[in-house]
């Protein structure tokens, strides 16, 4: 593998001049002109009264499946460039202007719903069985049913459109607070000040009083930038309660639910067999503790590091890592993954100006995606670049199916990024040269697992007690922090001597306005992923092929679905997630028994 002299990823590869692109302007009024012909046609359709009356629907499933490809590749080039940089206003005008064009996408599809909603139900089912429909039968049998949950297509309409300026408005309101934050910090005697991904990546110091100087930084900066994000926060919750009381929508967990394909009870169960396993967790932060040499752990010493986290993995070390350890398991995951490295299919260079966390995002015209992050040479850096390869490799293995069939839900693909951390954590642990040099990496792996079951199940808290108030009114900046401190303690099992009270601010996720509960999917992705990577472990090299064949239906069916047809499971029972679970649980009895003697000394 070669890899580029640089890490900076190639945008002109799809539309040359980045934000200045004339290329990707004239794209965009085609696919303007696409819609509204699309749109048209719709409005003027009637719905079919015959298995045999197929041809508009034909026509027009067509086009649909065309203009949502193009409306991904606009809104991918858009968000890639924004992460770039986001002083770029040109990008941030742009990003309106497809903000734009996917509302008016997404009114038209209210018509197209309507005329779903008009075909017999006999009829339908006939139509779904035959050609060209069968492989795309669950996507449109999933809009006809949701749709008779709708308003009429008129008010679905208006509500996309004042989205514009006032759903996603609000969301870019957060963006623009983001790109201005800025924390003052001293490195070598000068003063600097750090971005919010750069200032992220400084809290896991390994020095304790610096870590703690630095996070009272962060927790001050964020303070500075409260209002502006309970403002956005607020308007963005309440936008969303709105449409659900017209809509007849009374718990808040439906949408994200039905976005993820997942039903109430697997959510539950997931979540009561995690709360039910959480003491072994507790016992692994409090010997942290100990390790550390404190009574229990501040908010800032969970993830910090156990031992010489000085040693720093370079780029290129640890893209040959990530993919030698993919190709233990499935040498097609490594040749993709050699693909992305060779060709800047990655942003990963450190520096200012760039947006927080990491993404992957696909460009289903080219076939091609691109990963974002920004790369510090931790071992979390490393573990950052497998999950979004993994992400990128799902789209790969469905790129040459229809549009409609590779639209999966964010559990799933969080199941694919996860899995992909998983080889490289476990192979790493498993390749230790010493009991110290395991002790850390299994700390790293265990890690995951904290975030997973505590800190994300701190969000979902929070985000479910923030919209019951939030009915009742605007929630202000302080209660909003009262909120995740409750949040965090309960999850937490009150293991911790500090919290973070203004982590509602500083998580992005809050405010993503593609999904609400931008949290559950990502524990589930990892539990459903632990299993999926015991069964890859027991049966070897011929696991890959049907690895791929169960994401290549993750389109096509619930997870509930999945799991039953690929893994023989039924997640609406406890039995899986306590598997899943004990995974987890052997690294903590295995980590507490290694590090057993360093308390007692």
């Known amino acids: 593998m070669k890899l580029p002299l640089n890490q900076t990823w ?209 927790e001050n900066a964020w303070a500075d930038k409260a209002e502006y994000c309970a403002e956005a926060l607020n308007h963005l919750a309440g936008f969303r309660l709105q ?60 993830d910090a590091p156990l031992g010489d986290s000085s040693k720093k993995i370079s780029y290129d070390d640890g893209a040959k890592l990530i993919v030698d350890q993919f190709e233990r398991f499935s040498p097609k995951l490594a040749s993709f993954s050699e693909q992305a490295f060779e060709n800047r299919w990655i942003e990963a260079e450190d520096r200012p100006g760039k947006r927080p966390g990491g993404f992957c995002t696909s460009f289903p015209l080219a076939g091609e995606t691109r990963i974002f992050m920004t790369y510090g040479g931790t071992l979390n850096n490393v573990s950052t670049l497998a999950h979004e390869l993994g992400h990128g490799y799902h789209q790969h293995v469905m790129n040459d199916m229809p549009a409609l069939a590779q639209e999966y839900a964010m559990n799933v693909a969080e199941t694919a990024s996860t899995f992909a951390e998983m080889i490289v954590a476990d192979a790493v642990v498993k390749s230790a040269a010493t009991d110290e040099e395991r002790i850390i990496l299994l700390e790293d792996k265990i890690q995951r697992a904290i975030a997973f079951f505590m800190n994300i199940h701190a969000r979902f808290i929070f985000e479910t007690n923030f919209y019951e108030e939030r009915r009742q009114g605007l929630v202000s900046a302080e209660r909003l922090s009262e909120l995740m401190v409750e949040a965090q303690k309960v999850a937490y099992k009150d293991a911790l001597s500090s919290y973070h009270p203004h982590f509602w601010a ?43 064949a169960l994401l290549r239906d993750t389109g096509s069916m619930t997870v509930e679905e999945l799991g039953e047809k690929h893994l023989g499971i039924d997640l609406t029972q406890p039995d899986f997630w306590q598997g899943a679970v004990d995974m987890a649980v052997e690294d903590v009895k295995q980590f507490m028994a290694l590090t057993e003697a360093k308390v007692q000394a």
């Open 10 to 218: 190639n945008l002109d590869s799809f539309f040359p001049g980045g934000s200045e692109s004339p290329a990707f302007a004239t794209f965009l009024k085609e696919l303007q002109s696409s819609i509204a012909a699309f749109q048209d046609k719709v409005r003027s359709m009637a719905s079919p009264q015959s298995a045999e009356d197929t041809a508009s629907l034909i026509e027009i499933v067509e086009l649909f499946q065309r203009n949502l490809k193009h409306v991904h590749e606009a809104d991918s080039f858009v968000g890639c460039l924004l992460a770039d940089n986001q002083k770029d206003k040109k990008a941030a005008i742009l990003g309106g202007q497809v903000k734009s064009l996917l509302a008016e996408h997404l009114s038209s599809l209210t018509h197209f719903d309507q005329v779903l909603t008009g075909i017999p139900d006999e009829v339908w089912a006939a139509i779904l069985a035959g050609e060209p429909f069968r492989v795309i039968a669950f996507p449109l049998d999933e809009r006809r049913t949701l749709a008779k949950e709708k308003l009429s297509p008129e008010m679905e309409a208006l509500i996309n459109d004042l989205a514009v300026d006032g759903y996603h408005g609000w969301g870019d309101l957060y963006n623009t607070t983001v790109g201005q934050f800025r924390m003052p910090v001293e490195i070598d005697g000068e003063q600097v000040d750090l971005s919010a991904g750069q200032a992220f990546n400084k809290l896991h110091t390994e020095n304790r009083e610096e870590r703690l100087e630095l996070f009272e930084k962060w």
């Open 243 to 302: 449409i659900y009381k017209y809509r007849g929508w009374k718990n808040v967990h439906k949408e994200p639910l039905s976005i993820n394909r997942m039903q109430e009870k697997t959510l539950n169960v997931m979540w009561e067999v995690i709360d039910r396993n959480k003491s072994i967790f507790v016992d692994y932060l409090n010997r942290k503790a100990k390790l550390l040499g404190v009574d229990k752990l501040a908010w800032v010493d969970v």
């Open 506 to 548: 500083a998580k992005l996720h809050f405010y993503a306005t593609d999904v609400p509960f931008y949290n559950f999917p990502y524990t589930f992705g990892y539990l459903f992923s632990a299993g999926i990577y015991a069964r890859a472990v027991q049966e070897g090299s011929a696991f890959e092929e049907k690895y791929i």
